[in-house]
């Protein structure tokens, strides 16, 4: 473990913070463009355990437009390291959390896939977030 000029120890996690800003980056790039093509498409039909879900992937596509602009401002907020840019980045990974997971009737593995992410970039964020500001 390095430290620096504050006394405040500098541990691996610095680098971990890096990746989920660009994990934050890319999965904003990417909500962007499954926004953009859940637009083209109109609606799907999903049975499950005797339920059937109904998707209109018009308002879908919007909400994912939305989610992607908002990772990728908490992705260039996050490489700031202010308190401010750590609040949004955990409000909008809860956010990308919850949509992840009311995904999961339509792309199961993929919404795990998202959630478990976003649980590591969470905890990075919550519990070392304050040493991009120490580096």
Same mark, same amino acid.
């Given at each position: 473990?390095?430290?620096?000029?504050?006394?405040?120890?500098?541990?691996?996690?610095?680098?971990?913070?890096?990746?989920?800003? &660009?994990?934050?980056?890319?999965? !904003?790039?990417? +909500? =962007? /463009?499954? %926004? *953009?093509?859940?637009?083209?498409? @109109?609606?799907?039909?999903?049975?499950?355990?005797?339920?059937?879900?109904? &998707?209109?992937?018009?308002?879908? !596509?919007?909400? +994912? =437009? /939305?989610? %992607? *602009?908002?990772?990728?401002?908490? @992705?260039?907020?996050?490489?700031?390291?202010?308190?401010?840019?750590?609040? &949004?980045?955990?409000?909008?990974?809860?956010?990308?959390?919850?949509?992840?997971?009311?995904?999961?009737?339509?792309?199961?593995?993929?919404?795990?896939?998202?959630?478990?992410?976003?649980?590591?970039?969470?905890?990075?964020?919550?519990?070392?977030?304050?040493?991009?500001?120490?580096?």
């Amino acid at each position: 473990m390095a430290s620096n000029t504050n006394n405040q120890e500098v541990t691996g996690w610095v680098g971990w913070l890096g990746f989920a800003s &660009f994990m934050l980056l890319f999965a !904003g790039f990417f +909500n =962007i /463009i499954e %926004g *953009v093509a859940d637009r083209a498409r @109109s609606a799907v039909f999903v049975h499950s355990s005797g339920y059937v879900w109904v &998707f209109n992937f018009n308002t879908w !596509g919007w909400t +994912n =437009i /939305i989610i %992607g *602009v908002l990772l990728v401002i908490a @992705s260039l907020s996050l490489l700031k390291g202010g308190m401010y840019g750590r609040v &949004f980045t955990g409000l909008v990974v809860v956010l990308s959390m919850l949509a992840a997971a009311a995904s999961i009737p339509i792309y199961p593995i993929w919404a795990i896939i998202v959630l478990i992410v976003d649980a590591l970039i969470l905890y990075a964020v919550i519990v070392h977030g304050h040493e991009l500001k120490a580096k």
